[in-house]
């Protein structure tokens, strides 16, 4: 029999990254919000990697913290291990990558969701959604409790509608042999709503002490660690190594020998599983002329003896992938604790949500995470702080906070989700910005600290620490303009030693700056007046002397592109009714229902003569609204 439980403002359904984030921001902005997980203990779980950031990922963690958000915290207390990526390439891919304790995490989370004021977390599978007659929504649990709330946010993660794959084995789970979410994808689908399935996986785990080390490359963590949050003054030391290893033709031959006894390969499986992160089966197979395939033996905690083996995810048989492990150098004895597998779950299309993360057709939901169809605990916990936030906002009647494109990957990875969609779970990298040496992770505070602190999360403790920190670029910046160096003995045997001309008069400290040879560090023994200041300032204001001119350049392409998203489309517009559009414009434009021209102009199938058509008709619009108006 079914009763009564609780009303709240805002439902989060989930609580795994994106739920976390949600629920964080809910609650932190006034909000009284209940946050439902079918289980306690997998709160903040980390089921497919034990680490946070990498290529791109990271920059979603500096601009998580940036926002207000907590993944970067946590990250910064539970890591065990700490490196910056791409260091030999340029600023823009510059990437910070923590390896950390999974359970100290997954615990650290799951307390502060304990903690936060407004906050209730329940262990509890929602099977039923819907909406009331009031607009409020109606969530019912297996334990026939009901719950309203003014808005709800479905975070599910890989659990809604979850099936484990092992070869020939397959059964209905959630990740990590938890329960799946089994009743309430038939519950979305009575709403109207548009739900597919995808599919991702998972390496195995084993044990510490059957690896033979001596046979491995070691990769350490950097010193000084550099940390994810810009609160986060003194960060720990690196705690662990990880280690590198490679296949071989015959590991490349073992699979190729038993690939019919993949799921993938034999059609068990329906969803469509990541691009960019394939199974181990599926790199020999698509990249057959590759001789060897890198692996990375990475701890998964400090009381643990589990290690992860990154960039082996497979469904082959446990007998299958205990042999091809066998086959790697420094495994050839290895105890499999945790076999590897594939989870196949539902997901929605997120062409049906606004830049908000609303559903368009259902007022007050809103998706976030795997359950948009992307990747990632990074990409996942970037949506949900969205999600949480604008939730949050809608309700207090404010206005929503949408991320442009051109200011953060975040705006990136919601504009590419709402506007293109995805046929393939989505990962974040660098190459999808256009805009990338601008959205660089060194300045994710400058560029959207602002933006959490007029949406309500920034405190005033963090705000004040961010203007201290602005005054002081600027004084930095008139420092280095105003510093002149004669040109000593000792100037010159350092450019010199640069590899870059000498000079005979007095110059500016920016312009050697400007030089590619040349740092901050460089000319440390001739700056004797540089302040004590975080180095991360330092680095900011080196990148934006060195490349000033390409940076100018993306800005004036930013300015012509937000001149494009400042006009508005009609929600409910008609779009078969405009003349001069194609066939295929009018069904994408109607399909996807875009806010402003510039997204519009981002749809496939829509061209420039489309877009001409869109802004004569507009214009048309405002000219007759004018004249009913006189």
């Given at each position: ?70 993944m ?18 340029g ?50 649990t ?17 659990y809604l ?27 979305l ?19 510490r002490?059957s ?12 010193d ?16 662990v190594?990880?280690?590198?290893s ?17 799921p ?60 091809f ?5 420094g ?10 597998y ?26 976030a995470?795997?359950?948009n ?32 494109r051109s ?6 990875l ?11 779970p989505y ?9 990338r ?34 005054e ?7 420092r280095?303009?105003k510093?002149?160096f ?5 100037l ?40 004590d200041?975080?180095?991360?300032i ?12 390409y ?42 229902r ?7 102009s981002r ?12 802004i ?8 007759h ?6």
């Open positions: 029999m079914k009763f009564h439980a609780g009303e709240f403002e805002v439902a989060v359904i989930g609580a795994g990254h994106a739920g976390i984030e949600a629920g964080l921001a809910a609650a932190r902005l006034g909000c009284r919000t209940a946050v439902f997980t079918i289980n306690m203990d997998a709160v903040g779980n980390c089921p497919c990697n034990p680490s946070i950031g990498g290529t791109a990922k990271g920059h979603l963690v500096r601009e998580i913290d940036a926002l207000g958000g907590e970067g915290k946590a990250a910064d207390e539970c890591f065990l291990q700490m490196r910056m990526l791409n260091k030999g390439k600023p823009a891919v510059h990437s910070l990558r923590a390896q950390i304790d999974r359970r100290a995490y997954s615990t650290r989370m799951k307390h502060t969701l304990e903690l936060q004021e407004n906050l209730e977390l329940h262990q509890a599978e929602i099977t039923e959604l819907s909406q009331n007659a009031d607009g409020t929504w109606r969530l019912v297996r334990l026939e409790a009901e719950y309203t709330a003014k808005a709800v946010i479905l975070a599910t993660g890989t509608g979850g099936r484990i794959y092992v070869g020939d084995v397959s059964y209905e789970s959630g990740p990590d042999g938890m329960f799946p979410a089994k009743f309430l994808p038939d519950s689908e009575k709403l109207g709503m548009s739900i597919r399935r995808f599919k991702t996986g998972t390496p195995a785990r084993v044990l002490s690896i033979d080390f001596s046979e491995l490359e070691e990769q350490c963590g950097d000084p660690v550099i940390p994810f949050s810009y609160d986060t003054d003194h960060p720990a030391e690196n705690k190594k990880c280690y590198v490679w296949t071989n033709e015959k590991t490349k031959q073992i699979i190729l020998d038993n690939i019919h006894r993949s993938m390969y034999s059609g068990k499986i329906e969803g469509i599983g990541p691009r960019y992160c394939p199974s181990i089966e599926d790199k020999i197979v698509r990249f057959a002329d590759k001789q060897r395939h890198q692996l990375f033996i990475e701890p998964c905690g400090m009381d643990t003896e589990e290690m992860y083996l990154q960039g082996m995810s497979s469904s082959l048989p446990e007998d299958v992938q205990i042999a492990y066998h086959s790697i150098k495994l050839e004895h290895c105890v499999v604790m945790r076999p590897a594939a989870i196949e779950y539902f997901c929605a299309d997120p062409i049906q949500m606004y830049s908000t993360l609303e559903f368009k057709d259902f007022p007050g939901l809103y998706g995470g795997q359950f169809g992307s990747s990632g605990y990074e990409e996942a916990a970037a949506q949900g702080l969205v999600a949480g936030i604008n939730a949050a906002l809608k309700i207090q009647q404010k206005e929503p906070m949408i991320l442009d200011g953060s990957y975040i705006g990136t919601i504009d590419d989700l709402v506007t293109k969609g995805c046929n393939d990962r974040m990298m660098t190459s999808r910005s256009e805009y040496l601008i959205l660089r992770q060194d300045n994710a505070d400058t560029r959207l600290t602002p933006i959490g602190r007029k949406a309500g999360l920034v405190t005033d403790e963090r705000w004040n620490k961010f203007l201290k920190k602005q002081q670029m600027k004084e930095e910046r008139r280095i303009r510093t002149v004669a040109p000593t003995e000792e010159n045997r350092i450019l010199t030693e640069h590899h870059t001309s000498e000079v005979t008069t007095g110059i500016r400290m920016i312009d050697l700056l400007k030089r590619p040879e040349l740092s901050y560090e460089a000319l440390a023994p001739v700056d004797t007046q540089r302040p200041l975080d180095p991360n330092f680095e900011q204001i080196m990148v934006e002397i060195k490349y000033e001119g940076i100018s350049k993306q800005l004036a392409i930013i300015e012509q592109v937000r001149r494009l998203e400042s006009k508005l489309l009609p929600k409910q517009m008609d779009y078969e009714k405009i003349d001069g559009l194609r066939l295929e414009a009018r069904e994408k434009l109607n399909k996807v875009p806010e402003n021209i510039g997204q519009a749809i496939s199938g829509v061209n420039p003569a489309d877009i001409s058509v869109l004569i008709y507009l214009a048309s619009l405002k000219n609204t004018e004249e009913t108006a006189e």
